[in-house]
């Protein structure tokens, strides 16, 4: 049976029996009646569960069964078919039969039984045409009520791991490096978008870095709690149907196959009716979108231009920037990263009302979670990089422009404070911006241009 390839004949099918009667289910699929009616019941987005989720659920499949045969709660064979199935399910072989909507039935119950019935089907294919049953064997032990919250936190941290912090390192370094390239260029710096006192360009990409630094820190912190995951908790927390060493044994083995910490709850029932891990993720992504938004528009504001705005930065030409304009270049990986983030900004709003639907013993929300949390991981991490290979790395500073705004701007006056007091220098910058002059030409006037006030005016100094 071809795994990727579903459809065959249009208009071939078989027929499978589930609680409410028999459905025509394609006759290539691996998954069965749940399954099938779930993708009638929700022809909603067209959007699936992603790859890294459809991974968890095979490495909770395989822990599962490794557990319940330890536990002697398995026959040995039917076991290491579940498991064989389970890992084929892990590397992507059969991804084209997990075919169930992402905005679908509460806490996940189609996609845990996509799953099943499609690890069932192949275990049995693998156990020479054994019935294997997709509740009663591959998920003994188990509910979609742990497993699909589970599954959201191994495919969360994996994404972590494996695509958004090494991400989030490429890019501090890239603008540590920029810090370090720029330092020795003096400029104006701006506050309320108005003329401030000098700083170092270096010094203002020093600030990008440490954020970016700082949030990628942030979001470690929040993964940590990740590693929590009430495998065993069953329908409520209870673990109810699994034997007392069970939910020990499948979180040891989850936690070998991926290579990360992940270990029991504190309390599987706390961790049963909160999603809090998720939340806590979401939270700092957040918080990464709104930095990386001043980032990028900063970087917009200092290389906009190239003859009427600040031009202070010149940005690599990666694409024409108008089909009118001949010869416009537009920041479009700064603006690419403005338009994820603020993505990212509506799936944690979309998160934090979702977090809201835990009604006692569970939340029914998991779904959604699950596909807002890992797409916002997914556009993050790819934007990153882009933006870090694409436009970040090839920054270049215009030293001449930067001291062309340095030397026009006003506010090297407030040097003068300790010397003339903060009223005079005050009047002393009203009267330049009046009669259009310079600092030097109304302190000259004034009798004060000497030694001590052209020292402290020297913008080198300043910074």
């Not at 156990?127 to 998920?139: F, M, S, T, Y």
């Not at 009118?324 to 934090?352: F, H, R």
Request: glycine share 8%; net charge negative; charged share 20%.
């Amino acid at each position: 049976m071809d795994g990727q390839n579903i459809s065959g004949n249009a208009d071939a099918f078989r027929i499978e029996r589930d609680a409410l009667g028999e459905v025509r289910v394609p006759a290539g699929a691996y998954y069965g009646a749940q399954t099938q009616r779930a993708v009638l019941n929700f022809p909603i987005s067209g959007l699936r569960l992603p790859r890294e989720f459809i991974r968890a659920q095979g490495i909770i499949k395989a822990s599962a069964a490794v557990a319940n045969r330890d536990s002697g709660n398995m026959p040995a064979d039917v076991a290491e078919a579940i498991i064989r199935a389970a890992e084929e399910v892990i590397e992507g072989k059969w991804d084209g039969h997990f075919v169930v909507d992402a905005y679908q039935a509460g806490a996940g119950t189609s996609q845990n039984m996509n799953a099943n019935e499609v690890i069932a089907r192949r275990a049995g294919e693998l156990l020479a045409g054994a019935k294997i049953h997709p509740n009663d064997d591959v998920n003994r032990a188990q509910s979609t009520n742990d497993t699909i919250h589970v599954a959201i936190n191994i495919s969360t941290a994996e994404m972590l791991q494996s695509m958004l912090l090494p991400a989030l390192d490429k890019l501090t370094h890239a603008l540590q490096a920029k810090a370090a390239e720029f330092m020795p260029f003096v400029k104006a710096g701006r506050t309320h978008l108005q003329d401030a006192v000098p700083i170092r360009l270096g010094q203002e990409f020093s600030g990008y870095a440490n954020t970016a630094g700082a949030a990628t820190e942030r979001i470690r912190e929040a993964g940590e709690s990740l590693y929590e995951i009430g495998l065993g908790g069953n329908a409520v927390g209870t673990g109810i149907n699994a034997p007392p060493q069970y939910a020990r044994w499948a979180v040891a083995e989850v936690a070998r196959r991926t290579g990360l910490p992940f270990r029991e709850p504190d309390d599987r029932f706390a961790f049963m009716q909160n999603t809090s891990a998720a939340l806590a993720v979401m939270a700092a992504l957040k918080q990464l979108a709104i930095h990386l938004i001043k980032i990028t528009s900063d970087m917009r504001l200092l290389s906009s231009g190239p003859r009427t705005g600040l031009a202070e930065i010149r940005l690599p030409a990666v694409q024409p920037g108008s089909s009118i304009m001949p010869g416009k270049v537009n920041p479009v990986m700064l603006e690419m990263m403005y338009m994820i983030c603020s993505q990212v900004i509506g799936y944690d709003a979309a998160l934090t009302a979702a977090g809201m639907g835990s009604q006692l013993e569970l939340n029914v929300m998991m779904p959604m979670i699950a596909y807002s949390l890992l797409q916002s991981i997914r556009i993050l991490a790819n934007g990153i990089v882009a933006l870090t290979d694409k436009c970040i790395a090839g920054i270049e500073a215009d030293p001449e422009q930067c001291r062309r705004w340095t030397d026009a701007s006003l506010s090297l006056v407030t040097a003068l404070n300790p010397i003339i007091g903060y009223d005079r220098a005050s009047a002393l910058a009203k009267q330049a911006f009046h009669e259009n002059k310079s600092l030097r030409q109304v302190l000259e006037e004034a009798g004060l241009w000497n030694e001590e006030t052209r020292k402290a005016l020297d913008p080198e100094r300043m910074v």
